[in-house]
């Protein structure tokens, strides 16, 4: 599957923005998917997981509360809407695909998933 993500930019501290994440190539309903980020000098991380049938989400800690993710798989894409963004949300965001279709075990590492988008800049000021 090829993943396309798209949305970052530039906000201030307490603002919001909304990442979105193309997918093609396969069936997008079938899969789990992800948000993963990259501060600068720090391991790319998990942010927040989806199910693939939607009706699941699970967060890290750190952003609990103030990032939503969803997804309308009639449409192929997922979102992250990102609230009351602080300086420390500042990383490289990238989606990702579960490698196993159907998988009911909620993926939340990178070795989890086989497909990746080329990741969009978020940087937020104080």
């Known amino acids: 599957v090829q993943l396309q993500a798209s949305g970052g930019g530039l906000v201030q501290a307490g603002g919001s923005l909304r990442l979105s994440c193309a997918a093609s190539?396969?069936?997008?309903?079938?899969?789990?998917m992800g948000w993963f980020r990259q501060a600068p000098g720090k391991e790319r991380g998990f942010v927040a997981g989806?199910?693939?049938?939607?009706?699941?989400?699970y967060y890290a800690d750190s952003v609990k509360g103030r990032l939503t993710i969803s997804r309308d798989n009639a449409k192929n894409t997922m979102y992250l809407q990102m609230n009351s963004l602080k300086p420390e949300d500042t990383a490289v965001y990238y989606c990702?695909?579960?490698?196993?279709?159907?998988?009911?075990?909620?993926?939340?590492?990178?070795?989890?998933?086989?497909?990746w988008g080329q990741g969009t800049q978020l940087t937020v000021s104080s």
């Open positions: 990702a695909g579960d490698r196993r279709g159907l998988r009911i075990a909620l993926p939340n590492t990178e070795a989890d998933f086989g497909s």
């Open positions: 190539g396969r069936t997008f309903s079938s899969y789990n």
């Open positions: 989806i199910g693939w049938s939607g009706g699941t989400t």
